[in-house]
T-cell receptor
Framework: GAVVSQHPSWVICKSGTSVKIECRSL??????MFWYRQFPKQSLMLMATSNEGSKATYEQGVEKDKFLINHASLTLSTLTVTSAHPEDSSFYICSAYNEKLFFGSGTQLSVL | AQSVSQHNHHVILSEAASLELGCNYS??????LFWYVQYPGQHLQLLLK??????LVKGIKGFEAEFIKSKFSFNLRKPSVQWSDTAEYFC???????????FGAGTRLFVKA
């Protein structure tokens, strides 16, 4: 079956630094990928829809300049958390659509 | 290893039929449980969730799920499905107090009008 690879699975960074998370579709091309965020004791929250070759569509309340999304190829979307702060600590997960939805394994970000 | 198993990959029902989608998980500690739905052409949406308390939880659009701790199950039910329930349904588990969410492979439901 289709596989979505997300990297890194865990990252710890200092406040003020930027962190890039990659989401790759390994055996299919994905024109659409989704980025979600999950806080403890809460469900997933859609952050943005990433479309290959065009700008991402952000959900209301998600800062575009804070969470940069790039979907430069049909197999790769990246989420960059810029100038990370402790409140950005969360679980981030991507998914890619290829007739059905496939999920990455998620990235736990801890900002010190 | 932690895992989530959804019993059926595809389910076809007629309108007004009752629905039950199975979900079992494997995890050594306490968990929070979720059912998400993805309608055609849309992103994932939360149907319902269980954190604690009454093991029978009710969600949107008439869905409910029952957490049976002894069986490590969290099956999704709806008494009478509608054509508009055609979608893919994902069961997901998060360790209580933890971050990582593990998804089942999804069950694609098709409801015939």
């Amino acid at each position: 079956g289709a596989v979505v690879s997300q990297h890194p699975s865990w990252v710890i960074c200092k406040s003020g630094t930027s962190v890039k998370i990659e989401c790759r579709s390994l055996d299919f091309q994905a024109t659409t990928m989704f980025w979600y965020r999950q806080f403890p004791k809460q469900s997933l929250m859609l952050m943005a829809t990433s479309n290959e070759g065009s700008k991402a569509t952000y959900e209301q309340g998600v800062e575009k300049d804070k969470f940069l999304i790039n979907h430069a190829s049909l197999t790769l979307s990246t989420l960059t958390v810029t100038s990370a702060h402790p409140e950005d600590s969360s679980f981030y997960i991507c998914s890619a659509y290829n007739e059905k939805l496939f999920f990455g394994s998620g990235t736990q970000l801890s900002v010190l | 290893a932690q895992s989530v198993s959804q019993h059926n990959h595809h389910v076809i029902l007629s309108e007004a039929a009752s629905l039950e989608l199975g979900c079992n998980y494997s995890y050594g500690g306490t968990v929070n449980l979720f059912w998400y739905v993805q309608y055609p052409g849309q992103h994932l949406q939360l149907l319902l969730k269980y954190f604690s308390g009454d093991p029978l939880v009710k969600g949107i659009k008439g869905f409910e799920a029952e957490f049976i701790k002894s069986k490590f199950s969290f099956n999704l039910r709806k008494p009478s499905v509608q054509w508009s329930d055609t979608a893919e349904y994902f069961c997901a588990v998060t360790p209580t107090g933890g971050f990582k969410t593990i998804f089942g492979a999804g069950t694609r439901l098709f409801v015939k009008a």
